[in-house]
Structures are given as C-alpha cells and as structure tokens.
C-alpha cells in the first residue's frame, strides 16, 4: 500500500512539473507579435530580453546601449513606461529639493532610484527607501520634485 501511495505522489509530482514547464513556454509563446515588433523598434539592438506576461501588461526585462531597463507594453503593442536604475547623482535638483522636503529626509534612507519614462515625454522618479528591514516605501515624484504617490514595498 505504501508503495501505490509513493507511486500515486510520483506521478502526481511528474504531471505537476510538466504542467509547468508547459505553461513556462507558453507564457513565452504568448506575448503578441504587436508587443515584440513594437518593443524592437523602440529598442533596436537590445540584448538579454526576457519576457513576462503580467497579465494586462507584457513587461521585458532587458540591456540597451549598456543599460538595464525594463519596459512594459499593452496587448496592443502601446508602450506604456520604461524603467532604469540611475545613480543619485542623476537625480534632478527638483526631485532632490522635494526628497528633502518631505517627512522621507530624516530617518529614511535611500535605497535605489529609478528614472521612469512615460509617454509624452513624462518623466517620473521612484525613490525606494527604508527605516528598517520592515519599514520601507517605494515613492514616486513628479519631475517637478512633487511627491505623486508613496507605497510600501517588502
């Protein structure tokens, strides 16, 4: 009896597993040729691409003129934002300004930014932050140094 049951959990795990290795090519298989035609033509010459299908968005993650971004684009193929780590020095004095001004400057310390593109020449700052190893925001502002939105992130 013992034997069936390991047999049974065996197979069981065997069909689990092929289940997911189909789904992992069919996540890749699924991103609409619109999504990666426009993505090429915004990003020629991208290197490392990796695909995820967020569901309402397709996001890669990929290197481009030797830096690591991350776009996202609707099913239409629509670009929606790209993302890229900058080093604070690259921080606009606005944002910097509105960094300082907020009650994010004492206590907090800063973790990583990100430099956000948006359609219509948009650009966006997300500052993440932390207090502690439990305490940490994820902020966003405005290229103007206007805090849009903080979050908390784990």
């Known amino acids: 009896m013992n034997m069936r049951k390991n047999s049974f959990r065996i197979a069981l795990l065997a069909a689990g597993l092929s289940t997911v290795s189909a789904g992992a090519f069919a996540q890749l298989g699924s991103i609409p040729a619109a999504v990666t035609d426009s993505f090429n033509v915004r990003f020629p010459g991208a290197t490392n691409v990796n695909w995820k299908n967020k569901i309402t968005v397709f996001q890669a993650d990929f290197v481009f003129k030797n830096t690591t971004e991350q776009a996202r ?81 784990l």
Do not use: C, H
């Open 73 to 153: 684009f609707n099913k239409k193929g629509e670009w929606q934002m790209t993302e890229k780590v900058i080093p604070k020095e690259s921080l606009p004095a606005e944002v910097r300004d509105g960094l300082d001004k907020s009650k994010y400057a004492t206590d907090w310390k800063v973790n990583t930014i990100f430099q956000r593109d948006r359609p219509g020449q948009v650009v966006e700052y997300r500052i993440e932050v932390y207090k502690s190893d439990i305490q940490k925001k994820s902020l966003l502002f405005s290229s103007a140094g206007r805090l849009l939105k903080d979050s908390n992130t």
